[in-house]
């Protein structure tokens, strides 16, 4: 019994919700492109990238700020490349995408082994240069106190900023998508494009508003990997977080606070990964480790087939908008 209970502990609890704050923030820029009818398969380049910048601009110059501000500036200009070709070209939304990931995949290894010599990675973070955890008032006291104490201060507290930024834009996000007149709007421009343009409303404007919305979250994303929950980039570190987020994003059916729940699984069944020897005291035998890294895709596929409600996207999502004339 209480090796059961041991798979859901403060510490591996804490480590879910530090897993799931890059997916949580990936999953949300997902969230604004999609519900805009705009399918974004780069998350996971965008994220790169953003790690990269965030690292070199922060080891450099000694301030974690400026690297954010580096990360974010990074993830956005590739949006912007990601509108460019599927917004203003109408090209395919798919195709951008994935040439997305792979040119952040290259560039940044180019670029890091350029600037560093160390292999395509940076050097490690230290002090100002990266984010730290944030201790919350009389954290050491209440330490002792059983449950409570661990709760408040390793389970509330003790996270880096980007992390309380995540879990504040899920509020914030289904505030603006279902509370606000853009979100009204931007919602109508997934579903029915030629009736927005009907309204006297940029179809275009939109669109665009929501792929930049969705480089800045995925910057955040990216940042906070090389920044906070690691201490400097290594080549491929987001290791196909893009694409769990996108996972997410459809087992969460496209709504802000089941992205919530959805990532935390997904960073749970991760925290879990890392710990094969509490699934093996508690289940008796051995559990995979590569069984529970694809948990997040076969419950999407589940969720797909119908299994646990229908997942349906926006309408007008993937096709490109032809004002008619």
């Known amino acids: ?3 059961f209970l041991n798979l859901f502990s403060v510490p591996v609890l804490e480590t879910s919700i530090r897993l799931a704050t890059p997916l949580l923030l990936a999953c949300l820029a997902g969230l604004f492109s999609e519900r805009a009818g705009i399918f ?9 990238i953003a790690a990269f910048f965030s690292a070199a601009i922060s080891f450099n110059t000694g301030s974690v700020w400026l690297g954010l501000g580096a990360g974010i500036l990074a993830s956005v200009t590739l949006s912007i490349i990601h509108g460019l070709a599927s917004i203003t070209f109408r090209g395919n939304q798919l ?3 994935v040439a997305i990931n792979f040119l952040a995949a290259g560039m940044t290894v180019l670029i890091a082994q350029s600037w560093f010599k160390q292999g395509g990675r940076t050097p490690q973070l230290e002090g100002a240069a990266r984010f730290n955890p944030i201790e919350f008032p009389f954290a050491e006291t209440f330490m002792p106190v059983p449950v409570a104490g661990p709760v408040y201060a390793s389970l509330i507290g003790g996270h880096a900023l980007l992390v309380y930024v995540a879990i504040a834009m899920v509020p914030l996000t289904w505030w603006v998508l279902f509370r606000t007149r853009f979100g009204l709007r931007l919602r109508a421009v997934g579903e029915n494009p030629a009736a927005v343009d009907t309204a006297g409303v940029s179809v275009v404007g939109l669109r665009n508003a929501a792929v930049l919305i969705c480089g800045v979250l995925c910057g955040l994303a990216g940042a906070y990997l090389a920044t906070a929950l690691q201490a400097g980039f290594v080549k491929d570190m987001t290791a196909g977080r893009g694409y769990i987020a996108l996972a997410a994003l459809i087992f969460a059916k496209w709504r802000p606070w089941y992205a919530l729940a959805a990532c935390l699984l997904f960073g749970y069944l991760q925290a879990i990964a890392l710990r094969p020897d509490l699934l ?5 035998f051995k559990v995979q480790i590569q069984l529970l890294d694809a948990l997040p895709y076969i419950l999407t596929v589940v969720i797909l087939a119908g299994f646990v409600g229908k997942a349906i996207p926006p309408r007008a999502g993937g096709a490109p908008y032809v004002k008619e004339r």
């Open 280 to 284: 093996t005291a508690a289940f008796g």
């Open 40 to 48: 974004d398969i780069g998350l996971e380049g965008k994220m790169l």
């Open 1 to 3: 019994m209480w090796d």
């Open 95 to 97: 195709i951008s995408g």
